[in-house]
């Protein structure tokens, strides 16, 4: 069973930096895009950031030049790094994964359970 476990959540002051991580175990093939997606109080789940299998990279425009997606595929691992976080970062952060888990199986999407990441201000 494929899973997406995540980590590095917190609480965090404004400015400040945190580090999220996101490992995909389980019977896979392969993976192709790997991206993070948050969910603010009371919004809708929105796009972070995505990479690729090949490294390219895209972001959102209120996180471009503060948060750095990438990915280690031997680990099957996603990074986020965030850094001079603001209070409006505040939400829930989700890995998501779209893989197959068999050579000519179709791409699957799998997400991971969530993490918090608060700052204040």
């Known amino acids: 069973q494929v899973q997406l476990v995540e980590s590095g959540g917190g609480l965090v002051q404004a400015g400040g930096s945190l580090r999220l991580s996101c490992t995909v175990s389980g019977s896979i093939f392969n993976i192709n895009d790997m991206g993070w997606y948050r969910q603010p109080p009371g919004k809708q789940r929105e796009l972070v950031a995505i990479i690729t299998s090949g490294g390219s990279t895209n972001y959102a425009d209120s996180v471009k030049g503060r948060f750095t997606i990438s990915r280690d595929n031997a680990k099957s691992t996603v990074y986020l790094e965030m850094n001079s976080l603001k209070p409006e970062d505040t939400a829930v952060y989700y890995c998501?994964?779209?893989?197959?888990?068999?050579?000519?199986?179709?791409?699957?999407?799998?997400w991971g359970q969530g993490t918090q990441v608060t700052v204040s201000s």
């Open positions: 998501n994964a779209d893989l197959r888990e068999r050579p000519l199986a179709s791409l699957s999407e799998y």
